[in-house]
């Protein structure tokens, strides 16, 4: 009997065409590798990725397990002859507890979605990925996931309080709470998260909630170089300021956008500053105003405060729209150094000597204000050479990443695109505490095997 | 050759005495027991604690870490011919970096300490459990320690960005990261955070900082029913109030402190409510005054708010005395439940019902605004009877608030008192895990084995 047939599940949850599972074998990450997969299962329960992983267990079949697809590592690419588990139709919100602050999940409900919904409670799920109109909760903590606003409100592991998880041995299991506070045993549940899959397959999230955001001021600067907005990330914490997004946007992002969107947004500046205090009444104020002297400071050559909501929406939807944009104009190469936040314009320095070094084209986004860069290196559609040169400059700015004590991964998580990275960056060491424990939990290497390590 | 002989440290950091090793061989939980060390090491250096755990690996020697001893579960306590590792004399602060807001210290140093020394520069490290006078960091990464202020600010674990660990098997590593995000890998720096030794020997941790707080306004509200107060914890939290400490403490507490430093505090209540809202300027009025409202809505005799710093200090004092003060009446078994925010009232009153039931005195503290309440059992010396009665309140007091969706421990730890309860919470599968996870971290359990599970 083959695993298809042993899962006995629904006809219309198990897709075998190729035409179709190819589509679902892959994340977006263009450069990454991805295998064929014996099939794709659309689960709707948990019972049911659980069969799937113990019927997987049983034959030392892979499984990859995936959401909405727009991770940009490769994490959730297909291996050969894997069983994808697409969770994506798991999409319930099956709780909202105001007084506890807390949701209760599936793991296939869109960040967005889960925004909005508390938001009609007066609550607020801080984490935004820039993909929170389309990724899911399940791969935000996958991957650990940050976002816009997570400089001053915390990343993913920041909010998952409890979850549900099938393990590699098929054990359908609760790890983690619902209280404020809890220290009952090893913290399982926020080893799970950013473990990309290889450590279990979470078909359940309870997260934790705030309040929603006073309002904020948007705070907008333009430089004529790179690094002198670098500069201004810098004197900003050095400043001791705190805001709740500071991001970069440079030229040929805003441009991208404005080619597909036709926002109007091109300025006579080579990048843009966006940052948004939200201190409540007169402390916000002079927040502001301290940025405004931060980036004048740093040579901008102009900055201006604003609290008309739609104009600040404007510029932030323009940020979060750059790397769709820059997708449609060839294939992309996405980093996501983290360094510290004093490193910011020598890294920034350094990303521009590697583009002119090895004559390539490369955009950038950054979560400035916390040292979280995301330079994108862009190619022409079947232009090998160019394709060769940017891969020596991907690795060049992870080897410089490193040595100003940054991470290879601030954000997207390892994948496959960061595996050379990660080794340099943990150590020998580290990497054999890190295959003991995935060992412990999955001791047949079902889960998500060949990534991150 | 012996394991002390094979150590080859200066005869100083070697304490074989049974009258000094003993009076380090057990933590503050009067009531868990304690074997018998080989010996205690103070180490002073990370190389040292690693040659202590090597040593003790290639005997199989149990190895015992403990920082300033003020744990309440048995979690340092000595196993027979284990060797004790005290850091206590490992106590500097070796940077403070305010741009990148983290320091560097070593695990002897202590809270209050470390408080001090990021004050000087506008920074603030915010766990603050009762003991930051006496405990240290290391013990409280190893327990995950809570306080007073996490009801707003978060516990331990939100702010160790990484740790240097000894592991089971005597490597010296680096976990975690310095950067402001990270996602390189899984995240065992936060799986060491509660895990009571058991998994690695923290050698060194870099903490995340935060501003100064905003100065606090203080709202006292006495009651003459515990339950009262619960029930204006529980309206509190559904008023959305996000109180930057809101603590109970109850008569038998308040009459031991002014027993103990006279301190003039004991009223005509049964119960005191302290909260502290801190959101700046007007912001901060609202909250105070709705904070009054919710404790004159639940049936307080008198609230009150106050911005007078001395007053306030003093009241807060008291919480923080009121666990030393109640020891010196008796051997004290201390609870830690943590409930859901709604179940306050209930477990309150199940805690009086228990109290009542097996002829116990039950005092009461509680970080009542996350749910974690700290009943405390007192027994007078040499009471056979009552301890026995006392145990079975314990025993009872868990089961309450397991059936009321809490957890065991919100912030002391497992160690020994609270074993049979984890088992109780998590059950046989999540036991499994741990067992897989403990064994893939410390092969020959050597690392303060008998603990947690």
């Given amino acids: 009997m083959t695993i298809l047939e042993e899962l006995d599940l629904p006809a219309e949850r198990v897709l075998t065409d190729p035409d179709v599972t190819s589509s679902l074998a892959h994340d977006e990450a263009e450069w990454a590798p991805a295998g064929r997969p014996l099939a794709v299962v659309r689960a709707i329960t948990p019972e049911e990725v659980q069969a799937v992983v113990r019927?997987?267990?049983?034959?030392?079949?892979?499984?990859?397990?995936?959401?909405?697809?727009?991770g940009l590592s490769g994490g959730a690419n297909a291996v050969d002859g894997c069983v994808v588990l697409a969770l994506d139709r798991m999409d319930r919100v099956l709780e909202i507890d105001p007084l506890e602050r807390l949701a209760v999940v599936q793991p296939g409900v869109v960040n967005d979605d889960l925004r909005a919904a508390v938001a009609e409670e007066g609550l607020w799920y801080p984490p935004d990925p820039a993909s929170s109109p389309w990724s899911t909760i399940g791969g935000n903590v996958a991957t650990n996931a940050g976002g816009l606003c997570c400089v001053k409100y915390g990343v993913t592991r920041d909010y998952v309080l409890g979850l549900q998880v099938v393990t590699g041995t098929g054990e359908l299991v609760r790890l983690g709470r619902r209280t404020a506070k809890g220290v009952a045993g090893y913290d399982l549940a926020g080893l799970m998260v950013g473990s990309e899959g290889t450590l279990g397959i979470v078909t359940e999230v309870t997260v934790k909630l705030r309040p929603l955001p006073p309002p904020a001021i948007t705070v907008a600067g333009y430089f004529s170089s790179i690094v002198d907005a670098g500069e201004a990330v810098a004197a900003s914490a050095a400043a001791g300021l705190t805001p709740a997004a500071l991001e970069l946007v440079d030229k040929h992002c805003l441009e991208a956008v404005d080619d597909w969107r036709n926002m109007g947004l091109s300025v006579e500046a080579e990048v843009v500053l966006l940052a948004r205090l939200d201190e409540p009444g007169a402390a916000g104020e002079r927040a502001?105003?301290?940025?405004?002297?931060?980036?004048?400071?740093?040579?901008?050559?102009?900055?201006?405060?604003?609290?008309?909501?739609?104009?600040?929406?404007?510029?932030?939807?323009?940020r979060r729209l750059a790397y769709p944009a820059l997708e449609r104009l060839?294939?992309?190469?996405?980093?996501?150094?983290?360094?510290?936040?004093?490193?910011?314009?020598?890294?920034?320095?350094?990303i521009e000597r590697t583009a002119q070094r090895h004559s390539i084209t490369i955009a950038n986004i950054a979560h400035a204000g916390d040292g979280n860069l995301?330079?994108?290196?862009?190619?022409?559609?079947?232009?090998?050479?160019?394709?060769?040169r940017a891969q020596r400059a991907f690795d060049q700015i992870v080897a410089d990443a490193l040595a100003l004590g940054g991470t290879v991964t601030g954000e997207h998580g390892v994948g496959l695109l960061k595996k050379p990275g990660l080794t340099a960056e943990l150590g020998p060491a580290v990497l054999d505490l890190h295959r003991s424990v995935k060992h412990a939990l999955d001791p047949r290497g079902i889960l998500n095997p060949g990534k991150i390590f």
């Fill in 55 to 70: 019927a997987c267990f049983a034959h030392s079949v892979p499984v990859v397990a995936r959401g909405a697809g727009t």
């Fill in 288 to 318: 502001a105003a301290r940025m405004v002297e931060c980036f004048e400071g740093a040579g901008a050559t102009f900055a201006v405060q604003s609290t008309d909501e739609a104009e600040s929406e404007a510029l932030f939807a323009a």
């Fill in 330 to 350: 060839g294939p992309v190469l996405t980093e996501d150094v983290c360094v510290p936040k004093a490193q910011v314009p020598e890294m920034l320095a350094r």
């Fill in 374 to 388: 995301h330079p994108l290196l862009i190619v022409d559609h079947g232009d090998e050479a160019a394709r060769a």
